[in-house]
């Protein structure tokens, strides 16, 4: 068997398709995640046949029972969930270890390198380490990860999110004729950032429609209060609304729904950027042909962000004036954020390649569990 963590939505999303191709080899495969919403992911999108199960806490005697349960053949994490105790008792049992897309920021990188010797000792536990990007790569060798190949962002072979054709026909229907424009994956503090933009900007465009999806759909209550003390029109998602021909602001307070939205609105900023969050991943929209605004704090994807700055494909924008200027600008130049849409979707297909890489990777590894298996059954 094969065993597969990510941590959340965002980590579960992006290997997907990884896990839909070892699954077709016939190979059995548990998924473990730690919260809810990437268990109703897991739900709606893994494949049949495929198990989840949430992780258990890093308490040594849970741990092992999880494992004498399930006794895999093969461990892959994804990206940088780490649990200690996870991993030592998993390699005590000389089960193989790969992380894959892995991810390590250079503000992590830092913090651990006064754990130095307490993260070399995890590290080496991995037989191999797929990194995302060569900067991903050096900063796990630096922290002692012995063996390191780049291999890609798996995120950027991610299928574009899927929608229901109903909704979008209905948004659609309720969005016609309005400029629109979005800001998806806000954190606390980003929101009143744009509510004061689209104050500012309905003045020269009255019908203006903003969306907003905050990146913790709870947090979209506190929104509407924003834009009600703002004096605006509220329309919230999740409680059934629709925007009316007065709705100045849509709170898309649901899960799962930015494929919808990035369809739907040709310019969106990307949250977690104008406060110091990391910024939050731009593939989606890129690949659904929105044209891009981001903060300065992007050290999340800082590579792929600086790849679609420099072909220019994305904006960047300072503080809450540059990003009103920046929506301003695209809402009245239509041609011109096509053209940066483009480049877009353009700049994230040439930096695909990623899955291919990994299974390549994951070969000889999946190889002598398939063998291993038809021994067994001789």
Not at 18 to 40: F, P
Request: glycine share 8%; hydrophobic share 45%.
């Amino acid at each position: 068997m094969v065993w597969l963590h990510g941590a959340s939505v965002g980590e579960l999303a992006s290997v997907l398709p990884l896990i839909e191709r070892i699954a077709a080899r016939g190979v059995n495969m548990l998924v473990t995640t730690g919260t809810v919403t990437s268990g109703g992911l897991a739900e709606q999108r893994l494949p049949a046949g495929v198990i989840h199960q949430f992780l258990p806490l890093d308490v040594p005697r849970f741990v092992r029972r999880f494992l004498d349960h399930w006794q895999p053949d093969m461990a892959l994490f994804v990206e940088s969930d780490l649990w200690p105790n996870v991993m030592i008792e998993t390699s005590a049992r000389n089960v193989p270890m790969i992380l894959v897309n892995g991810r390590l920021s250079e503000r992590s990188f830092e913090r651990w390198r006064y754990l130095q010797d307490t993260i070399a000792s995890l590290l080496q536990r991995f037989d191999l380490c797929l990194a995302r990007t060569p900067g991903d790569a050096g900063r796990l060798v630096g922290l002692g990860a012995p063996r390191v190949v780049t291999s890609g962002n798996l995120k950027l072979d991610v299928p574009a999110p899927p929608v229901d054709s109903v909704e979008l026909a209905a948004l659609a229907e309720a969005f016609a004729g309005r400029p629109v424009i979005a800001a998806a994956s806000t954190h606390a503090g980003e929101e009143d950032i744009v509510i004061a933009a689209h104050a500012r900007l309905r003045k020269n465009y009255p019908r203006l429609l903003t969306l907003i999806a905050p990146r913790h759909p709870e947090r979209g209550a506190g929104v509407v209060a924003i834009a009600k003390a703002a004096s605006l029109q509220v329309a919230q998602r999740s409680r059934g609304e629709k925007p009316q021909a007065a709705t100045d602001i849509y709170v898309a307070d649901t899960l799962g729904e930015l494929g919808l939205l990035y369809r739907l609105a040709p310019i969106v900023f990307i949250g977690g950027s104008l406060v110091r969050h990391g910024g939050q991943n731009p593939i989606e929209p890129a690949k659904l042909g929105a044209a891009i605004l981001h903060g300065p704090h992007v050290w999340n994807f800082v590579e792929l962000y600086d790849a679609l700055d420099a072909a220019h494909g994305a904006e960047p924008v300072a503080d809450a004036d540059r990003l009103t200027a920046g929506l301003s600008a695209w809402l009245s130049d239509p041609a011109g954020r096509a053209r940066v849409a483009d480049v877009a979707r353009t700049t994230v297909d040439s930096l695909g390649g990623a899955l291919e890489r990994t299974l390549q990777s994951l070969e000889p590894y999946l190889v002598e569990l398939q063998l291993r298996r038809r021994a067994d059954h001789a």
